[in-house]
Structure formats: structure tokens, C-alpha cells
């Protein structure tokens, strides 16, 4: 077992607690494992009746997964490592979504990407003063995973794509207002609520009781025009829309754009459109898999965590450059189903 993630029970309750403070809790493979046995095991134990998901010392809730693992996979083995761990790690995604018992997760704090991926399954989503909330990948190259294009394309007036494309940041009174969140608690009523929780009283209840009323969600300001300028599944016409506009938050948003990937955007577009599609997560999980599959060794990718991450220079060369140059051929190859023994199934 990996001291990454502490796993334990408390009363009635399992409690896993991502345990990697120098990373903000990033996921590794080893606690992805963990959390999926932990799951397995406390799913066919009767005195288990909740789970409650939070992060331990330091920092939170989870600021992604494994980016240096993804990154060396993609310039020293052919991404084979870096496909391993999408695989498992989606596997725990649905895992989680398909768990029949109550998980609670606590996403006090940066909640980004893998982060999404483990606390948006959860039945019950509790945002705090301290929640960042982001899918941020489109500045490095990857795309929203981990079950993004799921919960984004099912969220009102267009905010999902608004969400996928800009990489925007939101606070925990805006994700209660998305319905990102279910719950609006302050941090320091997170402890009673846990206890509470492990003491067998029904955590829907629990947390409706410590529920206080966030502060105005800022971003309720800009849904009108979100919903207009990010209406077209083509990015070009986003684009378009947002050049046309001469307001203050419509050139901030288009220079927020200007400096991401062009072929993540495509990619986030079509992905969100197809997922809105779907009946079952695990499709989506599988669509996902073949994008990640192909994204990850494509030029963007590494360069992006290179300009961002590595480097901090914040200077991405993009390949394609232009959203012009991300033609419909490239996407299907990324989109194509992957031969047989090699697409995702789940557990």
C-alpha cells in the first residue's frame, strides 16, 4: 500500500485521503490502485455504508494526475506508460461513478483535472471558501479527461465548453452555482461533517444541515454571454464571435484562448459534442481513452508542460499553430476507434 493516499475506515465510513503534498495530491498510478482496491474491498462490506474522499496535510484537494510520468512517456517510450495509467486511472473514474454506496468528496481546495476526475462521480460534492475548480488542459496540450467531457457537455448554457476551452478557474460558490458541487460548507465545518458521517448518520443530511450560503457567484454575471459567444461547436466561430464583441470581458477571454493549444480546442469541442451524446459513462470513458491515446504523443502535449510546467516559460510553439491548421482529418484520426485489444473496458 502507498503512503501516497491513507486509507482507512472510521465508524461506518472508508476514508481515503490523497497523502502527496508536495505535488497538491496529484495522482500517481500506486494511488489509483489503492483507491480501486479500497473501493472493491469496502463495496461487499456490509458495515461500510459511505465513503468520504479529502486530501491530508497541506494543500488541496488534487491538482491533477501524473504529469512528469505522462511527459516522459511521451518522449521516452512511445506513451506506452503514459497509456497505462490513463487506462487505470479511467478505470477508477468509472469505478467511482458506478459505486453503489454514497461517496462523499471534500474538494477543499485546488480541484483540477485528476482532481475533477475522482470528486465528479461522487453522489455528494462539497465545495468550500477554499475550492479552485479548473480543467485546465487546454494550455498544455491534453484535453479534459478523466470523465470531463461527460460532466462539461451536461452543464447549462454552454458553460462547459466556456469551462474546457479557457481553462477558467472556478471558486466554490460558482461550482455550487454549476452544479459542480452539491453542498456549500465552510472549511472549518468539514471536521463535524466527517464525524458525523462516520458515525452513521446519512450524509445527505449531514451536509444540508452544516450548509451555509455561499457568497453571489461571480460567473452568473457572464452566463448570458457565455451562452452567445461560445454557442458553435467550431471553434473558428467562437472565435469570431468573441473579435466581434468590443467588451472588456469578451478581449479577455479571446487573449485567453489565443495562448492554447488550437488542436485541444478542436478536440475539446467534438469531444464535449459527442459526449452529450452518450447514455453510458463507460462509452464516454472509452471515447476518452482513444483521444488520450493519441493526444499524448502528439506534439502539443510535451510542449505544452514544457512551456507551463517545466520551463515556466509560458511560450508554447503549438503544431498546428492556428485553429485553421487543425483540419477535420486530424481530429477523426484522433477520434478513431483503436483496434480491438486495445480499447478500454472497465473493471
Request: net charge negative.
Amino acid at each position: 500500500m502507498t503512503n501516497e493516499v491513507h486509507i482507512h475506515t472510521h465508524g461506518v465510513a472508508g476514508h481515503i485521503s490523497l497523502n502527496r503534498p508536495q505535488a497538491l495530491h496529484s495522482l500517481t498510478l500506486d494511488m489509483c490502485h489503492a483507491m480501486s482496491a479500497a473501493l472493491s474491498q469496502w463495496a461487499a462490506d456490509d458495515t461500510v455504508q459511505a465513503v468520504m474522499l479529502d486530501h491530508a496535510e497541506g494543500r488541496g484537494f488534487c491538482a491533477g494526475g501524473d504529469i512528469n510520468l505522462l511527459r516522459n512517456s511521451a518522449l521516452g517510450d512511445g506513451g506506452a506508460s503514459g497509456r497505462a495509467f490513463f487506462y487505470d486511472e479511467y478505470r477508477l473514474n468509472h469505478q467511482m461513478f458506478t459505486w453503489p454506496k454514497p461517496i462523499v468528496a471534500f474538494m477543499d481546495g485546488i480541484t483540477m483535472g485528476g482532481g475533477v476526475g475522482i470528486s465528479q462521480p461522487a453522489r455528494y460534492r462539497v465545495a468550500t471558501e477554499n475550492t479552485r475548480f479548473a480543467m485546465p488542459e487546454t494550455g498544455i496540450g491534453l484535453f479534459p479527461d478523466v470523465g470531463g467531457g461527460w460532466y462539461l457537455s451536461r452543464l447549462p448554457g454552454r458553460l462547459g465548453q466556456f469551462l474546457a476551452l479557457t481553462g477558467a478557474r472556478l471558486d466554490g460558490a460558482e461550482c455550487l452555482w454549476a452544479g459542480l458541487a452539491t453542498h456549500y460548507l465552510p472549511h472549518d465545518a468539514l471536521a463535524e461533517a466527517k464525524a458525523r458521517i462516520a458515525q452513521g448518520h446519512e450524509p445527505g443530511g449531514v451536509l444540508c444541515a452544516l450548509a451555509v450560503t455561499p457568497p453571489p457567484a461571480r460567473i452568473e454575471g457572464n452566463a448570458m454571454a457565455i451562452a452567445r459567444h461560445f454557442a458553435s461547436d467550431r471553434y473558428e466561430d467562437i472565435l469570431a464571435s468573441l473579435e466581434a464583441d468590443d467588451s472588456e470581458w469578451a478581449a479577455k477571454e479571446l487573449a485567453t484562448l489565443r495562448t492554447k493549444s488550437p488542436q485541444t480546442c478542436k478536440v475539446a469541442l467534438r469531444q464535449l459534442a459527442q459526449s452529450a451524446q452518450l447514455d453510458d459513462f463507460a462509452d464516454n470513458m472509452a471515447m476518452e481513452y482513444r483521444i488520450a491515446s493519441r493526444v499524448l504523443t502528439r506534439p502539443d502535449f510535451a510542449e505544452g508542460v514544457r512551456a507551463v510546467i517545466v520551463d515556466k516559460t509560458g511560450d508554447p510553439q503549438w503544431n498546428p499553430p492556428t485553429p485553421e491548421e487543425v483540419s477535420e482529418e486530424l481530429l477523426d484520426a484522433i477520434f478513431a476507434p483503436l483496434p480491438e485489444n486495445e480499447e478500454w473496458t472497465p473493471l
